[in-house]
């Protein structure tokens, strides 16, 4: 089993921390794989992976974006294109399917926070966050429910916008390999369990 946490925000959209922060606190707390999934632009996941193949850095970066859709935030994993914000939610599954990524909805049901809120978008993504540490505890009680319902893969993450905070939602995937595609696929067929704890100061910083 390896540790994730796959919803992390850096300074290259709303975060306050450095993607070298990032890396050196997720390193810190035995972390296998994060995903820097900043708001509508790659470029914290990439420069992460660059830092990790320049530095040889024992830590593995899954390519990931927070899409701000139409209708809610969708995370995306595994591509290498951004997609328009304000896009339709499904039309944005759609796209990231075709560049072979896999989707996932963001703290669902937190509405105050873009979190989506119609089942019929729970029906088209692979994979439903039911963990968000900076959701509450209801919110994530739903998502998990619905996300059995729907016989979805599942996400989770810390939502950290401050390195202190990365860790407080994780992902333990079962893999053979620690490769992007392996973690996704294992993703969206279930193979994984979610853990975390819920932190006020983390909730409701940036609120």
Not at 19 to 34: C, M, P, T, Y
Request: charged share 25%; proline share 1%.
């Amino acid at each position: 089993m390896i540790r994730a946490d796959l919803h992390i925000h850096s300074n290259h959209s709303d975060g306050k921390s450095s993607v070298r922060e990032i890396l050196k606190s997720a390193i810190a707390k035995g972390l296998d794989v994060i995903s820097i999934t900043d708001h509508d632009t790659l470029n914290g996941s990439l420069e992460a992976i660059e830092i990790v193949r320049e530095e040889q850095l024992p830590i593995k970066v899954i390519r990931g974006v927070e899409i701000s859709t139409a209708q809610g935030h969708l995370l995306a994993y595994g591509i290498n294109k951004e997609i328009d914000r304000d896009i339709d939610l499904i039309e944005a599954v759609k796209l990231v399917r075709d560049l072979g990524g896999v989707t996932s909805l963001a703290h669902p049901f937190q509405f105050y926070r873009n979190g989506a809120i119609r089942l019929k978008f729970f029906k088209v993504v692979d994979c439903i966050e039911v963990f968000n540490a900076k959701s509450l505890p209801i919110f994530n009680g739903i998502s998990n429910f619905f996300c059995k319902l729907y016989k979805k893969g599942k996400t989770a993450g810390s939502d950290a916008h401050r390195a202190e905070f990365i860790g407080c939602g994780i992902v333990l995937i079962k893999v053979n390999s620690n490769d992007e595609k392996s973690i996704l696929n294992a993703l969206k067929n279930g193979r994984c369990r979610v853990k975390g704890k819920i932190s006020a100061k983390n909730i409701f910083w940036r609120f």
